[in-house]
């Protein structure tokens, strides 16, 4: 209420403090090229930002009134919402019983079922893991799936940015990075999210999610006819019993008949379902078959099967990766840390 009377005593005067801020942002800009800091293409770009909002604040700003008006009810609300939260709280709280300090809730957490946890619960208790394993880019990876799943692609991102900084040479970290700057962008696949796409092509040529959407991000640039030969090379690829056959095959036609992407479609990268995830752990488990000196895949692929509740799977792949690494103490050690 003091804000507003005193908002309502300058426009009285005929001095708007929204208008004011931005006539000094206009000041700044000035000063800035005055003194040679700014550009003249960025200068032309920051006068007219500058302006559009100055002129925006000025079609908006709101008429001096007074600012007693609504006192009496603003006082009355300020004392009852108080009171009605206490008394709501002894109705149906539980103030007998004691605090329960956030670093108890996540050992609580840690020792029951993940699928029980929400994500906001999961990505909680794997920050504290993240501490524990620095080192560890499938830590990170999972974070930030998890962050993802909460609704923070900013985060997520971050901790794929930690992800790629330790294993620089995993194609499905980069292709996952991706994937987080376009929940950032809104499903747009730009810059930074085709610049981590072919990186992962690079390590990956067949990275499945990179292929995708660097096909779709030509197809959005009017690429159509290269975009549309990047997916029927993808789906040729695909095993014929691969859930996502039918989908691709379906975005293919539309685009055919649209001549492009069409406006109705969400641009939001999918999420991969279960049956895509052990097609991708199976895929993994079938390349180290025929190429087994990847320790790192071996870790992996013990892990997913821990996490997949497979557990005579792991203990097989456990059991190899063992025989092979029997003389590499720190591949035995990441090996039985996947395990678990």
Known sequence: ?????????????????????????????????????????????????????????????????????????????????????????????????????????????????????????????????????????????????????????????????RAVAIAPKRADLWAALGETFMAEADGQVGVDARAAFNEALKLDPESLSARYFLARADIADGKVEQGLAGWRALLASLRPDDPSRAALAGEIAAVTRAGGLPESRSTAPVQPDAAQIRGMVEGLEKRLGADADDPQGWVRLVRAWSVLGETQRRDAALARARALYKDQPDILKALEEAAQ
């Open 1 to 161: 209420m003091l804000r507003g009377a005193r908002a309502a005593s300058l426009r009285a005067v005929g001095e708007d403090p929204a208008l004011a801020v931005h006539r000094r942002q206009l000041a700044e800009i000035d000063d800035l090229a005055a003194r040679g800091l700014l550009p003249e293409n960025e200068l032309r770009t920051a006068r007219a930002e500058a302006g559009r909002r100055l002129l925006a604040a000025a079609e908006t700003a709101a008429p001096a009134g007074d600012p007693r008006k609504g006192r009496p009810l603003v006082l009355a609300l300020a004392i009852a919402a108080p009171l009605a939260a206490v008394g709501l709280y002894w109705v149906s709280g539980a103030p007998g019983v004691a605090d329960q300090p956030f670093r108890k809730r996540l050992a609580e957490w840690r020792h029951s079922d993940p699928s029980t946890l929400d994500p906001p619960r999961m990505a909680a208790l794997l920050r504290t893991i993240v501490t524990e394993r620095p080192n560890d880019p499938e830590a990170f990876k999972n974070l930030a799936l998890a962050e993802l799943a909460s609704g923070d692609a900013l985060a997520a991102s971050g901790a794929l940015r």
